[in-house]
């Protein structure tokens, strides 16, 4: 379930005891295993093997240099959504080739970025947005290729934050408008149109929706083909979710892929896919310290010294984390809720986590890989934490920690 194990009643990842690192880099700090990261990318990559494929890391999850330099090695893909994306995907080493740039609002100076960089794919979501893709490829003398983001309509069964792939969702161009979309797509003179992409929503545990968006997308494939415009690639995007707690069930990434791969067996077209959690989220976990344990009459709360700003996906999404102690010691347990510093109730990481804590007690919050540091804030001026990856014995401060004086140095008082 996660990349942490524990061993002598110490928690370990890879070859490193979790509580060197808490020591050595301070908390709050996030920690991300290279080999469970890679694990989760070939993962995708093994169960396609044969087949013409690209896993395009959805660099949203986790932006890291160290992460997508290590998914660059292996020959990566990357899923990206604004121009800042792409430059740190090409500051680690990924290859403008393998990149696809999906979103709903990109800016015409983030067309010619991609355009200038020779990425992959646009992954179009609006007629609009065709037109101007078209213009500003006319104003570079380029073509630009084009894969056309289709919403099936179909319920992801998800956190409604986190759905994409109903009507009335900002995503991508209804299933019905479809066909009209790429008929338009393929009158423009600058445009190639080369693929065809859907996304339904995120953290799905069910896989039935998942196929039901690749059957509608395969019918539009289909009519597509029939009236002439013949696509290179389906791109099922990425979805998946993981197993944040032991009642949960993740779909089998295995599985998945061999039932896309079947499905497009004999078509011709490349797969495509846009995977963030599922490779990223279980590979990372938040150190944290109790800084105090406070009782009332109700409750009894567990003070840490990381918040909403370092992790805000409980507060967001009431999304659980498990809650472990770093170091398990032979104390009586209690009820807790682990709250955070920051000046909001909703500032709670785990409500009713049953703790055996002293203040000083270091703990891990994990499957906290993706969507973690990259949504981090520095509401209450704080400044974001230090980001360590594990290598089998060694551990890498991949990102250090944000000073207090950077935080304000773009700013200034009045005369
Ligand atoms: N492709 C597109 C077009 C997307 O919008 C997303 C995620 C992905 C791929 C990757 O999806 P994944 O495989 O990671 O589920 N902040 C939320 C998740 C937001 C997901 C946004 N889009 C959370 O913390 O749960």
């Given at each position: 379930?996660?990349?942490?194990?524990?061993?002598?009643?110490?928690?370990?990842?890879?070859?490193?005891?979790?509580?060197?690192?808490?020591?050595?880099?301070?908390?709050?700090?996030?920690?991300?295993?290279?080999?469970?990261?890679?694990?989760?990318?070939?993962?995708?990559?093994?169960?396609?093997?044969?087949?013409?494929?690209?896993?395009?890391?959805?660099?949203?999850?986790?932006?890291?240099?160290?992460?997508?330099?290590?998914?660059?090695?292996?020959?990566?893909?990357?899923?990206?959504?604004?121009?800042?994306?792409?430059?740190?995907?090409?500051?680690?080493?990924?290859?403008?080739?393998?990149?696809?740039?999906?979103?709903?609002?990109?800016?015409?100076?983030?067309?010619?970025?991609?355009?200038?960089?020779?990425?992959?794919?646009?992954?179009?979501?609006?007629?609009?947005?065709?037109?101007?893709?078209?213009?500003?490829?006319?104003?570079?003398?380029?073509?630009?290729?084009?894969?056309?983001?289709?919403?099936?309509?179909?319920?992801?069964?998800?956190?409604?934050?986190?759905?994409?792939?109903?009507?009335?969702?900002?995503?991508?161009?209804?299933?019905?408008?479809?066909?009209?979309?790429?008929?338009?797509?393929?009158?423009?003179?600058?445009?190639?149109?080369?693929?065809?992409?859907?996304?339904?929503?995120?953290?799905?545990?069910?896989?039935?929706?998942?196929?039901?968006?690749?059957?509608?997308?395969?019918?539009?494939?289909?009519?597509?083909?029939?009236?002439?415009?013949?696509?290179?690639?389906?791109?099922?995007?990425?979805?998946?979710?993981?197993?944040?707690?032991?009642?949960?069930?993740?779909?089998?990434?295995?599985?998945?892929?061999?039932?896309?791969?079947?499905?497009?067996?004999?078509?011709?077209?490349?797969?495509?896919?846009?995977?963030?959690?599922?490779?990223?989220?279980?590979?990372?976990?938040?150190?944290?310290?109790v800084e105090y344990l406070k009782?009332?009459?109700?409750?009894?709360f567990a003070v840490v010294d990381?918040?909403?700003?370092?992790?805000?996906?409980?507060?967001?999404?009431?999304?659980?984390?498990?809650?472990?102690?770093?170091?398990?010691?032979?104390?009586?347990?209690?009820?807790?809720?682990v709250v955070g510093p920051?000046?909001?109730?909703?500032?709670?990481?785990?409500?009713?986590?049953?703790?055996?804590?002293?203040?000083?007690?270091?703990?891990?919050?994990?499957?906290?890989?993706?969507?973690?540091?990259?949504?981090?804030?520095?509401?209450?001026?704080?400044?974001?934490?230090?980001?360590?990856?594990?290598?089998?014995?060694?551990?890498?401060?991949?990102?250090?920690?944000?000073?207090?004086?950077?935080?304000?140095?773009?700013?200034?008082?009045?005369?």
């Amino acid at each position: 379930m996660s990349a942490v194990r524990r061993a002598d009643g110490e928690l370990w990842m890879e070859g490193v005891p979790l509580s060197a690192v808490a020591q050595r880099f301070g908390t709050p700090c996030y920690v991300y295993s290279r080999a469970a990261i890679e694990a989760g990318w070939r993962a995708f990559d093994d169960a396609l093997a044969g087949t013409d494929h690209l896993v395009c890391y959805a660099v949203k999850a986790n932006s890291n240099l160290a992460v997508l330099g290590t998914l660059a090695r292996l020959g990566s893909g990357f899923d990206i959504v604004s121009g800042g994306e792409l430059a740190r995907v090409l500051a680690a080493g990924g290859r403008a080739e393998r990149v696809i740039f999906s979103g709903v609002g990109k800016s015409e100076a983030e067309m010619r970025q991609g355009l200038a960089a020779g990425i992959k794919c646009f992954n179009v979501e609006s007629e609009p947005e065709l037109d101007r893709l078209d213009a500003v490829a006319a104003s570079m003398g380029r073509r630009a290729r084009v894969s056309l983001r289709v919403n099936p309509d179909v319920d992801a069964r998800t956190h409604p934050y986190i759905s994409t792939g109903l009507k009335g969702n900002k995503f991508g161009i209804p299933h019905d408008r479809a066909v009209a979309a790429y008929e338009r797509a393929a009158g423009l003179a600058h445009l190639e149109v080369t693929g065809i992409d859907c996304h339904i929503g995120s953290q799905i545990l069910d896989p039935a929706p998942l196929g039901e968006a690749l059957e509608r997308v395969m019918d539009l494939v289909a009519t597509l083909a029939a009236r002439g415009i013949r696509l290179a690639h389906v791109d099922v995007g990425g979805g998946l979710g993981i197993r944040y707690r032991e009642s949960e069930a993740a779909p089998d990434v295995g599985a998945w892929c061999r039932q896309v791969a079947a499905r497009l067996a004999g078509t011709g077209h490349a797969i495509v896919l846009e995977p963030g959690r599922s490779i990223v989220g279980n590979a990372g976990a938040l150190l944290t310290r109790v800084e105090y344990l406070k009782t009332d009459k109700e409750k009894r709360f567990a003070v840490v010294d990381a918040s909403m700003s370092e992790l805000l996906r409980p507060a967001l999404y009431e999304a659980w984390h498990e809650i472990v102690p770093v170091a398990s010691p032979a104390r009586e347990s209690a009820l807790y809720d682990v709250v955070g510093p920051v000046c909001e109730s909703s500032d709670v990481l785990g409500f009713d986590r049953e703790l055996a804590l002293a203040p000083g007690d270091a703990l891990a919050i994990l499957s906290a890989g993706a969507y973690g540091m990259a949504m981090a804030s520095n509401y209450n001026t704080r400044p974001r934490p230090c980001e360590v990856m594990i290598d089998g014995e060694r551990a890498v401060e991949v990102r250090a920690r944000e000073s207090v004086a950077s935080l304000f140095a773009l700013e200034r008082t009045l005369d």
